[in-house]
């Protein structure tokens, strides 16, 4: 990070930079998850067809004989019902481990990126004066938004499966929003490249697709 932020003269710059070549690299996974939300929409009818099917049958053998349907029907469609737990998952740890990088690299808290200080959390930031750091968090919520709901993954909508990858979302969201007030600009700025980088990257999967 310091050699790109010498290089690029900015280190806000080189922070989007190594954001998106963060995301560059783990493409392979964030490709396969967005291309789970493409097959489970046209697996659906089949999904639908079982959750009629056994809408009134309640019983252990019923239910077990509907699990192994929508099973053959995910095999079928090439569907990974953990793909979006798998993705939600992963942020965390590479927040962290960002969060680690760049504490060890003081020169970045006394950098600029648009006028905004990457060293100042935007609630410390606010309560100085500097409303406009809360479009830092509103920026974050929103990508953060979008980018959670394009990589849903695969699960049919009313299926238990869908009920704990959408709480999982919500959580997600939660989290991430009430920490980018304590977390540094720098830190928002990486999570909102990152997460801009993988909404294009998923629109692209759609379109192609299509």
Same mark, same amino acid.
């Given at each position: 990070?310091?050699?790109? $932020?010498?290089?690029?003269?900015? @280190?806000?710059?080189?922070?989007?930079?190594?954001? &998106?070549?963060?995301? +560059?690299?783990?493409?392979?996974?964030?490709?396969? =998850?967005?291309?789970? !939300?493409?097959?489970?929409?046209?697996? /659906?009818?089949?999904?639908?067809?079982?959750?009629?099917?056994?809408?009134?049958?309640?019983?252990?053998?019923?239910?077990?004989?509907?699990? /192994?349907? =929508?099973?053959?029907? @995910?095999?079928?469609?090439?569907?990974?019902?953990?793909?979006?737990?798998?993705? +939600?998952?992963?942020?965390?740890?590479?927040?962290?481990?960002?969060?680690? %990088?760049?504490?060890?690299?003081?020169?970045?808290?006394?950098?600029?990126?648009?006028?905004?200080?990457? $060293?100042?959390?935007? *609630?410390? +930031? &606010?309560?100085?004066?500097? *409303? *406009?750091?809360? &479009?830092?968090?509103?920026?974050? +919520? #929103?990508? =953060? @938004?979008?980018?959670?709901?394009?990589?849903?993954? %695969?699960?049919?909508? $009313?299926?238990?499966? %869908?009920?704990?990858?959408?709480?999982?979302?919500?959580?997600?969201?939660?989290?991430?929003? @009430?920490?980018?007030? =304590?977390?540094?600009?720098?830190?928002?700025?990486? *999570?909102?490249? !990152?997460?801009?980088?993988?909404?294009?990257?998923?629109?692209?999967?759609?379109? #192609?697709?299509?």
């Amino acid at each position: 990070i310091i050699k790109a $932020g010498i290089f690029l003269k900015n @280190y806000g710059l080189a922070l989007v930079i190594i954001s &998106i070549l963060i995301r +560059a690299a783990m493409m392979p996974l964030t490709k396969k =998850t967005a291309m789970q !939300s493409e097959n489970i929409k046209k697996a /659906q009818p089949e999904l639908d067809r079982i959750n009629k099917k056994y809408e009134n049958k309640q019983d252990k053998d019923s239910q077990m004989k509907k699990s /192994q349907e =929508t099973l053959m029907v @995910y095999k079928k469609h090439d569907i990974n019902p953990l793909s979006s737990c798998l993705f +939600a998952i992963i942020q965390i740890p590479l927040l962290f481990a960002f969060i680690e %990088a760049i504490n060890r690299t003081p020169a970045i808290f006394e950098g600029k990126f648009l006028g905004l200080r990457l $060293g100042i959390t935007p *609630w410390i +930031a &606010i309560k100085s004066g500097a *409303w *406009w750091y809360l &479009i830092i968090v509103i920026i974050l +919520a #929103v990508v =953060t @938004y979008f980018s959670l709901n394009l990589n849903k993954g %695969a699960a049919a909508p $009313g299926d238990d499966t %869908a009920k704990q990858m959408s709480i999982m979302n919500k959580v997600m969201l939660v989290f991430i929003i @009430y920490a980018s007030f =304590t977390l540094s600009t720098a830190i928002c700025l990486y *999570w909102i490249s !990152s997460s801009l980088f993988t909404v294009f990257q998923n629109l692209m999967v759609k379109r #192609v697709k299509k």
